[in-house]
């Protein structure tokens, strides 16, 4: 290997590790209180790990190491744009143009940059059997995060916007109390399989 090689691949691994220490701001805007909230790079650590035991146990007809590349991956924009979150409508809007900007920016100088990008742009597009199983476990991941946030969320200083949110109200009026049953409820429209299975155990157990 050459100089330059060892300072591209100092520099991206530099300016990755950014994400170990920017905090995922769902919960921060969620006030949790009482410890320091999951980084971005705690939350990607996750959802790999969620997927191998996934795999492992009830052995689905996926690449798994496509799955965990996808996963590695999907959150590498949030190093040039920010986590951006649901009640964000304007930034929401140009996202998607706006994180694959960044991708390709971020690996500007490996001569594959296009390649990094198509494991995200699969992912987003959630129509393969990885991509889907990816996305589930980027969802459940959170979901299981938001239990164990419960009973540190402080309401009394959630921002309105967040609370106003129509989906919130609805899962509200259905009943629903709890920041972790809002998580839940509002993702297992998503989930099929394995995954529905265990969002509805996991909602059994925390009753």
Not at 114 to 121: C, D, G, K, V
Not at 150 to 179: A, C, R, T
Request: hydrophobic share 40%; charged share 35%; glycine share 4%.
């Amino acid at each position: 290997m050459e100089k330059e090689q060892f300072l591209k691949i100092f520099e991206l691994y530099k300016l990755t590790a950014k994400l170990k220490n920017t905090l995922r701001q769902g919960w921060v805007k969620w006030c949790v209180e009482g410890e320091r909230v999951e980084s971005i790079a705690e939350h990607v650590f996750g959802t790999c790990m969620l997927a191998m035991s996934i795999y492992a146990e009830t052995k689905p007809k996926v690449d798994i190491d496509k799955v965990i590349l996808m996963l590695v991956l999907h959150e590498t924009e949030e190093i040039l744009i920010g986590d951006i979150t649901i009640e964000e409508v304007e930034k929401l809007k140009t996202k998607k143009e706006d994180g694959r900007k960044a991708v390709l920016d971020i690996f500007k100088d490996f001569g594959n940059a296009e390649h990094f990008l198509s494991f995200i742009e699969e992912f987003e597009a959630k129509e393969t059997p990885e991509a889907i199983f990816a996305n589930h476990c980027d969802k459940f991941e959170a979901d299981l995060q938001a239990f164990h946030y419960e009973g540190k969320f402080n309401i009394d200083k959630v921002d309105k916007k967040i609370l106003e949110l129509p989906q919130l109200q609805e899962l509200k009026n259905n009943g629903y109390s709890k920041v972790s049953q809002f998580f839940l409820q509002n993702d297992k429209c998503r989930f099929s399989g394995d995954f529905l299975e265990m969002a509805n155990f996991l909602e059994e157990m925390e009753k």
